[in-house]
T-cell receptor, first 114, second 114 residues
């Protein structure tokens, strides 16, 4: 089973709202990732968690707050977003949190900020 | 940082072979990946090649790697309408730590003509 699930599939929020995106995998992977993909653009890395510790934060604004409650769950908390944050947010996971591992992606959450 | 380049569009006739090309600047990635993204969907890992290999074949897919020229290609034999998607070339961007994120090309939109 190489499935990564993400909820919700779609999310519309106002700039004053607080919402959370969720990601789950049951492959026993120890590294999980958040990517942001704007329309007609490639995905861009936001955060990497390895063994439930944040290991990479690609200078993402503080209105995005990641959380890794356990090795199979990854959340992205959203607060005071801007319309330009509208995008497809993709979660991925890989086996051991080592360099150069194959990453498996979820279907994404399509976010619209009004 | 890593720079990955792809042509934005490729149009082929159904039944012909499609060849999608990718060039990159940093050759330290142990694996090089091809991901497929259908409209409105997440990323599907299509295939990957170990950096010490020149070629990998997997059913209708053939990956060629020329390390000297830093050129990666994906050939899809007998292209079908279901192959219509955006194809991303991806490499690992090494941070010097553990888990690393992927750097993607801009994606090649494969268009199938009947």
């Amino acid at each position: 089973d190489t499935e990564v699930t993400q909820t919700p599939k779609h999310l519309v929020m106002g700039m004053t709202n607080k919402k959370s995106l969720k990601c789950e995998q049951h492959m026993g992977h120890r590294a999980m990732y958040w990517y942001k993909q704007k329309a007609k653009k490639p995905p861009e890395l936001m955060f990497v968690y390895s063994y439930e510790k944040l290991s990479i934060n690609e200078s993402v604004p503080s209105r995005f707050s990641p959380e890794c409650p356990n090795s199979s769950l990854l959340n992205l908390h959203l607060h005071a977003l801007q319309p330009e944050d509208s995008a497809l947010y993709l979660c991925a996971s890989s086996q051991d949190g080592l360099a150069d591992e194959t990453q498996y992606f979820g279907p994404g959450t399509r976010l619209l900020v009004l | 940082g890593e720079d990955v380049e792809q042509s934005l569009f490729l149009s082929v006739r159904e039944g012909d072979s499609s060849v999608i090309n990718c060039t990159y600047t940093d050759s330290s990635s142990t694996y090089l990946y091809w991901y497929k993204q259908e409209p409105g969907a997440g990323l599907q890992l299509l295939t990957y090649i170990f950096s010490n290999m020149d070629m990998k074949q997997d059913q209708r897919l053939t990956v060629l790697l020329n390390k000297k020229d830093k050129h990666l290609s994906l050939r899809i034999a007998d292209t079908q309408t279901g192959d219509s998607a955006i194809y991303f070339c991806a490499l690992v961007s090494h941070s010097g730590g553990g888990a690393d994120g992927l750097t993607f090309g801009k994606g090649t939109h494969l268009i199938i003509q009947p």
